[in-house]
C-alpha cells in the first residue's frame, strides 16, 4: 500500500487558531462586554478612545462582525450624545458670563435635599438650582429667576467637588434660587418619578409616626426599605459610613433582590402560575423601584431582572455576564456622563465581585460541612443542614470579601477614605439587613390593622435598632475609617477658609482648633479638610458664643467623639494652658474691663509652644488683649493675625517685639492696612478664601519651610 505525506501544520498558525477560538468562546459567552467596553471608552474620551479601538479589534480578531458593528453604532451613538451634552453646555455657560440673573423654564427631573435639577428642554440644558423650601416635585413645569453661582473648589482630594458633582448629574451649571412660579405639570418619567416619592412620603409616615423623627431606628428603617434618607441624621449615616457599608443604608441592588425574592415568595404562596406570577412581579418590582428614587443601582438590578424575567417567559437561556452589560449600556447610552459617577462604578462592579465570589463559593471544597465527595443522597437530615450552614457561611464572607476588595480602590479613588474592616462589618450585616427589610415590609403591609401594625412596626424597629448598633460598633474598632493621607506631624497647623472673612485654624496633630464653624461649614468644610489633611483634633476651642463660631462642634464630634470642648467665656479670668502630644496651648484671657457687648473684645490668644518653637494665635482678638501679654509670651516664630474692626491689634511696635520670621494674615485681615514693609524683614503671608494654607514650625529653630496651598 502506498503511504500519502500528510501536510505539514504551521506551529503559529496552529497557536493563533487555538487563540482565536478561546478568545472566540470568551466573546460569544458575553457578546455585549465588548460592545460596553467601546462605549465606556467613548464616554470617558481623550486616550480613553484606546478602549473602544481595542474591543473592535478584538471583535474583528474573533471574526464576530456583527459584535464589531454593535461596538461601532454604541460607541459612536454614545460620543455623539456626550459631544452634544459637552457643546451645549458649554454654549449655555458662555450666554450666562456676567448675568445677575438667569430666567428659566423648563420640568424639573429631581428634588434634592436644598434645590432640585431642571431641565430646560431638548434643544436646551440641565441645571442644578438651589434654595429652601421652594416647593416644587418631579414634574412640575416652572418657570424659575436664579443667580449663577461660582463652582465650589474641593480643597483637598477627598472633600466635595461641586464641578465633578455637576458632571455626574448631567447639570451645566448651579444657581441660587431668587423667585419662581409653577406653570403645570408634564407628562414624562420625572412626573412617574413624582409621583412616586408622594407616594413614598405616605408610607414614610408609616414607619416614621410623628414625633419619631429624632428616632435613628425609624430613620434607618425608611431608608433601608424607601430609600428615604431626607430624615436621616448626619450621625446616623456617618456611623454607616464609618462602617464601611453605605450602601446599605440606601436602595440599591441588594435591597432590590431582597424585595424581588420576598415578592416571588408571596405570589408563589398565591399559588399563582409563574408565567402571571413573573410579569406581576416585573410590574411591582418597577412601581417599588421608581417609589424608592429609581437611583443607578436599583435601576441596575431591575433591568437585570427584567431581562431575567423576560428570558424565562420567552423560554430562553439568560447569561448573567450579558445581562451585566446589557444593564450598563441601556444606562451609558442615555446619559453617558455616569460612566464617572462613583454610583455607577460601584454598582456594576460590585455586582460582578459578586458574581465572581458566588461561582468561587460553589466551586469551593465545605468548610465546616460534611465531605463534598458523599453523594447527596447520603446525606442525613442533620448533614443536610450542616451543608445548608456551611454554604450560607462560605457565601456570605466570599461574596463580602470579594465586594470589598472590588470597592476599595474605587472608593479611596473617588473619597480618599479606607473602610478596613468593611468586609467584616458586611459578614456581620448581611442576615440581619434582610431581616430588618422583611420585617419593615411586614408593618407597611399592617400598618392599618390595629396592634398587629404596631407590633411588627416594634420589630422592625428593634430590628432597625440593631443593625445600627452593630454597624456603629464596627465604625469604632481601630483604623475602621482613615483617609488616603499621611499624617500630618506634630509641629504641623493649618488655616481653613470657612467664607463671609470667617475661618478656622488647627494647631499642631493631635492638636487645638480654633471655632468651628456654623453648623453647614463645620460638616462640609472644616471637618472633611481636618480629616483628608491628616490632623486628628484634641480639643476646639470656641472664641465666640455665636453659631457662627459653635455650630460646627456636633459635625467634628461625630467623627471624634472623644473630642473636648473649651468656651473661651467659660475659661475664667486666668490664663488656661492645655497639654497634648504636640505641645502646650496657653489661652490668655481678654481683660475683663473690655466690654462684653462686643463680640471680638471677649476672643483669647493662643500661645502654642512644641519642641521650643511658639505659634502666637492672635486672631480677632482686640489690641489691649494683645497689650497685656507678657514680655516672654510676645517672643514667637509664627504670628497669626486677624482683624478686630474695633480694636484692631495691629501695632507695629508689638508685633516687632515678637521678633517672629514669619506673619500670617487670616481672611478677616484683608482690610487692617498691614503691610510687609510694616514687618520688615519678616515673612508676610495672606490667607485666601479659597484655599488651605498649611504651615509648620521651623524644625532647625531659624528657618521657615514655604507653606503648602491646597489648590485642588
Known amino acids: 500500500m502506498r503511504r500519502t505525506a500528510s501536510p505539514s501544520v504551521d506551529p503559529s498558525s496552529a497557536g493563533e487558531a487555538a487563540w482565536r477560538g478561546i478568545c472566540r468562546r470568551w466573546v460569544l459567552g458575553a457578546p455585549l462586554l465588548l460592545p460596553l467596553v467601546a462605549t465606556a471608552g467613548a464616554a470617558w474620551g481623550g486616550g480613553a478612545w484606546l478602549l473602544a479601538v481595542a474591543a473592535l479589534a478584538a471583535a474583528h480578531f474573533t471574526g464576530q462582525y456583527r459584535v464589531a458593528l454593535c461596538c461601532v453604532l454604541c460607541a459612536l451613538l454614545c460620543a455623539l450624545h456626550a459631544d452634544i451634552w459637552q457643546q451645549r453646555a458649554e454654549d449655555a455657560r458662555a450666554a450666562w458670563v456676567g448675568r445677575d440673573a438667569v430666567e428659566f423654564e423648563g420640568t424639573v427631573e429631581d428634588v434634592l435635599n436644598r434645590g432640585l435639577i431642571l431641565s430646560t428642554g431638548p434643544g436646551g440644558v440641565r441645571v442644578v438650582v438651589r434654595g429652601e423650601d421652594m416647593g416644587y416635585e418631579p414634574g412640575d413645569r416652572v418657570r424659575l429667576v436664579a443667580a449663577p453661582q461660582e463652582p465650589r473648589r474641593a480643597l483637598l482630594p477627598g472633600m466635595f467637588d461641586s464641578e465633578v458633582w455637576l458632571r455626574s448629574r448631567g447639570a451645566a451649571a448651579s444657581f441660587e434660587f431668587i423667585r419662581g412660579e409653577r406653570l403645570g405639570r408634564s407628562f414624562s418619567f420625572a412626573a412617574l418619578r413624582g409621583f412616586g416619592l408622594r407616594c413614598r412620603a405616605v408610607l414614610s409616615a408609616r414607619l416614621m409616626p410623628p414625633g419619631s423623627e429624632a428616632d435613628a431606628s425609624c430613620?434607618?428603617?425608611?431608608?433601608?426599605?424607601?430609600?428615604?434618607?431626607?430624615?436621616?441624621?448626619?450621625?446616623?449615616?456617618?456611623?454607616?459610613?464609618?462602617?464601611?457599608?453605605?450602601?446599605?443604608?440606601?436602595?440599591?441592588?441588594?435591597?432590590?433582590?431582597?424585595?424581588?425574592?420576598?415578592?416571588?415568595?408571596?405570589?408563589?404562596?398565591?399559588?399563582?402560575?409563574?408565567?402571571?406570577?413573573?410579569?406581576?412581579?416585573?410590574?411591582?418590582?418597577?412601581?417599588?423601584?421608581?417609589?424608592?428614587?429609581?437611583?443607578?443601582?436599583?435601576?441596575?438590578?431591575?433591568?437585570?431582572?427584567?431581562?431575567?424575567?423576560?428570558?424565562?417567559?420567552?423560554?430562553?437561556?439568560?447569561?448573567?455576564?450579558?445581562?451585566?452589560?446589557?444593564?450598563?449600556?441601556?444606562?451609558?447610552?442615555?446619559?453617558?456622563?455616569?460612566?464617572?459617577?462613583?454610583?455607577?462604578?460601584?454598582?456594576?462592579?460590585?455586582?460582578?465581585?459578586?458574581?465572581?465570589?458566588?461561582?468561587?463559593?460553589?466551586?469551593?471544597?465545605?468548610?465546616?460541612?460534611?465531605?463534598?465527595?458523599?453523594?447527596?443522597?447520603?446525606?442525613?437530615?442533620?448533614?443536610?443542614?450542616?451543608?445548608?450552614?456551611?454554604?450560607?457561611?462560605?457565601?456570605?464572607?466570599?461574596?463580602?470579601?470579594?465586594?470589598?476588595?472590588?470597592?476599595?480602590?474605587?472608593?479611596?479613588?473617588?473619597?480618599?477614605?479606607?473602610?478596613?474592616?468593611?468586609?467584616?462589618?458586611?459578614?456581620?450585616?448581611?442576615?440581619?439587613?434582610?431581616?430588618?427589610?422583611?420585617?419593615?415590609?411586614?408593618?407597611?403591609?399592617?400598618?392599618?390593622?390595629?396592634?398587629?401594625?404596631?407590633?411588627?412596626?416594634?420589630?422592625?424597629?428593634?430590628?432597625?435598632?440593631?443593625?445600627?448598633?452593630?454597624?456603629?460598633?464596627?465604625?469604632?474598632?481601630?483604623?475602621?475609617?482613615?483617609?488616603?493621607?499621611?499624617?500630618?506631624?506634630?509641629?504641623?497647623?493649618?488655616?481653613?477658609?470657612?467664607g463671609y472673612g470667617n475661618s478656622s485654624a488647627v494647631l499642631g496633630n493631635p492638636g487645638l482648633v480654633l471655632d468651628a464653624g456654623n453648623d453647614v461649614s463645620g460638616r462640609f468644610t472644616l471637618r472633611p479638610a481636618l480629616f483628608h489633611a491628616g490632623f486628628s483634633p484634641l480639643a476646639v476651642l470656641t472664641t465666640r458664643a455665636l453659631k457662627s463660631r459653635t455650630g460646627g462642634v456636633p459635625a467634628l464630634q461625630e467623627l471624634w467623639p472623644g473630642l473636648r470642648v473649651l468656651q473661651a467665656g467659660e475659661l475664667g479670668k486666668g490664663v488656661t494652658r492645655l497639654t497634648g502630644p504636640a505641645g502646650v496651648y496657653t489661652i490668655y484671657p481678654p481683660p475683663p474691663e473690655l466690654p462684653a457687648r462686643v463680640a471680638g473684645n471677649r476672643v483669647p490668644i493662643v500661645r502654642w509652644e512644641h519642641a521650643g518653637q511658639v505659634c502666637l494665635f492672635i486672631g480677632d482678638a482686640a489690641l489691649p488683649t494683645l497689650r497685656r501679654l507678657p514680655p516672654e509670651a510676645l517672643r514667637a516664630d509664627v504670628v497669626v493675625l486677624g482683624y478686630n474692626p474695633k480694636m484692631p491689634a495691629d501695632d507695629p511696635d508689638i508685633l516687632r517685639a515678637t521678633h517672629a520670621g514669619r506673619f500670617i494674615l487670616l481672611p478677616s485681615a484683608a482690610d487692617s492696612g498691614l503691610t510687609a514693609e510694616e514687618l520688615y524683614p519678616a515673612e508676610l503671608l495672606r490667607m485666601k478664601e479659597e484655599s488651605l494654607l498649611r504651615f509648620h514650625l521651623p524644625r532647625d529653630g531659624a528657618a521657615h519651610s514655604k507653606p503648602r496651598e491646597a489648590h485642588q
Not at 441624621?233 to 446599605?248: I, L, V, W
Not at 472590588?406 to 467584616?424: D, E, M, Q, R, Y
Request: charged share 10%; net charge positive; proline share 4%.
Open 219 to 498: 430613620q434607618v428603617l425608611c431608608a433601608l426599605v424607601l430609600g428615604d434618607k431626607a430624615s436621616a441624621e448626619d450621625s446616623t449615616m456617618m456611623d454607616f459610613r464609618k462602617g464601611g457599608c453605605m450602601h446599605a443604608f440606601a436602595v440599591s441592588g441588594l435591597h432590590v433582590g431582597i424585595i424581588a425574592g420576598l415578592l416571588w415568595t408571596c405570589l408563589r404562596l398565591l399559588r399563582l402560575r409563574p408565567g402571571p406570577a413573573q410579569v406581576l412581579m416585573l410590574l411591582l418590582l418597577g412601581g417599588y423601584v421608581v417609589v424608592t428614587g429609581a437611583s443607578v443601582s436599583s435601576v441596575r438590578a431591575y433591568v437585570m431582572l427584567a431581562v431575567v424575567l423576560v428570558g424565562r417567559l420567552l423560554r430562553r437561556r439568560v447569561s448573567a455576564a450579558n445581562t451585566w452589560c446589557f444593564a450598563a449600556l441601556v444606562i451609558l447610552l442615555s446619559e453617558p456622563w455616569q460612566v464617572d459617577a462613583p454610583g455607577f462604578q460601584l454598582s456594576f462592579a460590585v455586582y460582578a465581585a459578586i458574581c465572581v465570589g458566588a461561582s468561587y463559593c460553589l466551586r469551593e471544597e465545605s468548610w465546616v460541612g460534611p465531605d463534598s465527595f458523599i453523594p447527596l443522597r447520603l446525606y442525613t437530615r442533620a448533614e443536610r443542614m450542616q451543608r445548608r450552614v456551611d454554604l450560607a457561611l462560605r457565601g456570605t464572607v466570599l461574596v463580602s470579601l470579594c465586594a470589598w476588595l472590588i470597592s476599595l480602590p474605587i472608593t479611596v479613588a473617588h473619597f480618599h477614605v479606607f473602610n478596613t474592616w468593611g468586609f467584616l462589618t458586611n459578614i456581620l450585616i448581611a442576615p440581619l439587613l434582610a431581616v430588618t427589610m422583611v420585617a419593615g415590609v411586614a408593618a407597611l403591609a399592617t400598618a392599618c390593622i390595629p396592634w398587629v401594625g404596631a407590633l411588627c412596626l416594634g420589630a422592625a424597629k428593634s430590628c432597625a435598632g440593631v443593625l445600627l448598633g452593630l454597624v456603629a460598633w464596627c465604625g469604632m474598632l481601630p483604623g475602621s475609617y482613615v483617609a488616603d493621607a499621611e499624617s500630618a506631624p506634630a509641629w504641623a497647623a493649618m488655616l481653613v477658609p470657612l
